[in-house]
Protein backbone atom coordinates (compact mmCIF):
# COMPACT_ATOMS: atom_id res chain seq x y z
CA UNK A 1 0.00 0.00 0.00
CA UNK A 2 1.49 3.35 -1.09
CA UNK A 3 0.70 6.75 1.09
CA UNK A 4 1.08 10.06 -0.26
CA UNK A 5 1.31 13.19 1.99
CA UNK A 6 1.27 16.24 0.98
CA UNK A 7 2.68 19.73 2.52
CA UNK A 8 3.61 23.67 1.90
CA UNK A 9 0.43 25.06 1.18
CA UNK A 10 -0.45 27.79 2.15
CA UNK A 11 -1.26 31.73 2.09
CA UNK A 12 1.16 33.61 -0.41
CA UNK A 13 0.42 37.22 -2.47
CA UNK A 14 0.63 37.69 -5.84
CA UNK A 15 4.06 37.21 -7.51
CA UNK A 16 5.38 34.85 -4.50
CA UNK A 17 6.53 31.46 -4.59
CA UNK A 18 5.63 28.39 -2.88
CA UNK A 19 6.94 25.08 -2.74
CA UNK A 20 4.87 21.77 -2.50
CA UNK A 21 6.01 18.37 -0.65
CA UNK A 22 4.80 15.20 -1.60
CA UNK A 23 6.28 12.61 0.72
CA UNK A 24 5.88 9.01 -0.27
CA UNK A 25 5.74 5.89 2.28
CA UNK A 26 7.77 3.31 0.41
CA UNK A 27 10.50 3.91 -2.48
CA UNK A 28 8.48 4.33 -5.63
CA UNK A 29 9.08 7.56 -7.14
CA UNK A 30 11.54 5.29 -9.91
CA UNK A 31 8.86 3.58 -10.59
CA UNK A 32 5.90 5.19 -11.16
CA UNK A 33 4.74 8.11 -12.78
CA UNK A 34 4.22 10.77 -10.16
CA UNK A 35 1.85 13.90 -10.90
CA UNK A 36 0.67 17.07 -9.35
CA UNK A 37 -2.99 18.03 -9.39
CA UNK A 38 -5.33 20.54 -8.45
CA UNK A 39 -8.95 21.74 -7.63
CA UNK A 40 -10.31 25.28 -8.04
CA UNK A 41 -13.46 26.39 -5.72
CA UNK A 42 -16.11 24.87 -7.82
CA UNK A 43 -14.05 23.56 -11.13
CA UNK A 44 -13.31 20.03 -11.77
CA UNK A 45 -9.92 18.68 -10.50
CA UNK A 46 -7.03 19.36 -13.61
CA UNK A 47 -3.81 17.42 -14.28
CA UNK A 48 -0.40 20.53 -13.13
CA UNK A 49 2.59 18.69 -13.92
CA UNK A 50 3.65 15.10 -14.50
CA UNK A 51 6.81 13.17 -13.88
CA UNK A 52 7.56 10.12 -15.69
CA UNK A 53 9.78 7.33 -14.10
CA UNK A 54 12.10 7.97 -16.88
CA UNK A 55 12.77 11.31 -15.90
CA UNK A 56 10.60 12.86 -18.79
CA UNK A 57 8.05 15.71 -17.70
CA UNK A 58 5.04 17.53 -18.49
CA UNK A 59 3.49 20.49 -18.05
CA UNK A 60 -0.17 21.94 -18.44
CA UNK A 61 0.23 24.16 -21.11
CA UNK A 62 -1.30 27.49 -19.10
CA UNK A 63 1.74 26.46 -16.24
CA UNK A 64 4.52 25.93 -18.33
CA UNK A 65 7.69 28.26 -17.20
CA UNK A 66 6.02 29.28 -14.18
CA UNK A 67 6.02 25.16 -12.30
CA UNK A 68 8.62 22.44 -11.68
CA UNK A 69 8.25 19.17 -10.97
CA UNK A 70 11.56 17.62 -9.45
CA UNK A 71 11.85 14.78 -7.14
CA UNK A 72 14.20 13.16 -4.31
CA UNK A 73 14.52 9.74 -5.02
CA UNK A 74 16.59 9.00 -1.85
CA UNK A 75 13.86 10.91 0.27
CA UNK A 76 10.89 9.45 -1.58
CA UNK A 77 9.99 13.25 -1.74
CA UNK A 78 7.98 14.42 -4.81
CA UNK A 79 8.00 18.71 -5.22
CA UNK A 80 5.82 21.02 -6.97
CA UNK A 81 8.17 24.74 -7.13
CA UNK A 82 5.28 27.68 -7.59
CA UNK A 83 6.93 30.95 -8.90
CA UNK A 84 4.95 34.21 -10.05
CA UNK A 85 1.62 33.00 -7.99
CA UNK A 86 -1.79 34.15 -9.16
CA UNK A 87 -5.07 34.89 -7.73
CA UNK A 88 -6.33 31.73 -10.17
CA UNK A 89 -3.07 29.28 -8.38
CA UNK A 90 -5.48 29.16 -5.63
CA UNK A 91 -7.03 25.45 -4.81
CA UNK A 92 -6.65 22.16 -3.42
CA UNK A 93 -3.29 20.53 -4.67
CA UNK A 94 -3.14 16.72 -4.87
CA UNK A 95 -0.32 14.59 -5.40
CA UNK A 96 -0.34 11.59 -7.41
CA UNK A 97 1.00 8.26 -8.28
CA UNK A 98 -0.33 5.10 -10.69
CA UNK A 99 1.35 2.77 -13.23
CA UNK A 100 -0.05 -0.18 -14.98
CA UNK A 101 0.37 -3.62 -13.84
CA UNK A 102 -0.29 -5.31 -16.95
CA UNK A 103 -3.96 -4.25 -17.77
CA UNK A 104 -4.72 -2.91 -14.00
CA UNK A 105 -4.29 0.69 -13.00
CA UNK A 106 -2.86 1.09 -9.69
CA UNK A 107 -3.06 4.81 -8.48
CA UNK A 108 -2.58 6.59 -5.19
CA UNK A 109 -3.80 10.01 -4.25
CA UNK A 110 -3.00 12.03 -0.94
CA UNK A 111 -5.53 14.24 1.09
CA UNK A 112 -4.46 17.73 -0.85
CA UNK A 113 -2.93 20.49 0.65
CA UNK A 114 -4.25 24.21 0.29
CA UNK A 115 -2.96 26.69 -1.94
CA UNK A 116 -4.15 30.41 -1.40
CA UNK A 117 -2.81 33.08 -3.11
CA UNK A 118 -4.71 36.36 -2.06
CA UNK A 119 -3.48 40.08 -1.60
Known amino acids: QVRLEESGGGLAQPGESLRLSCAAS????????MGWYRQAPGQERELVAT???????NYADSLRGRFTISRDNAQNTLYLEMNSLKPEDTGVYYC?????????????WGQGTQVTVSS
Open 51 to 57: LFNHGMR
Open 26 to 33: TDILSLYV
Open 96 to 108: NAKTYLGSRLEEY
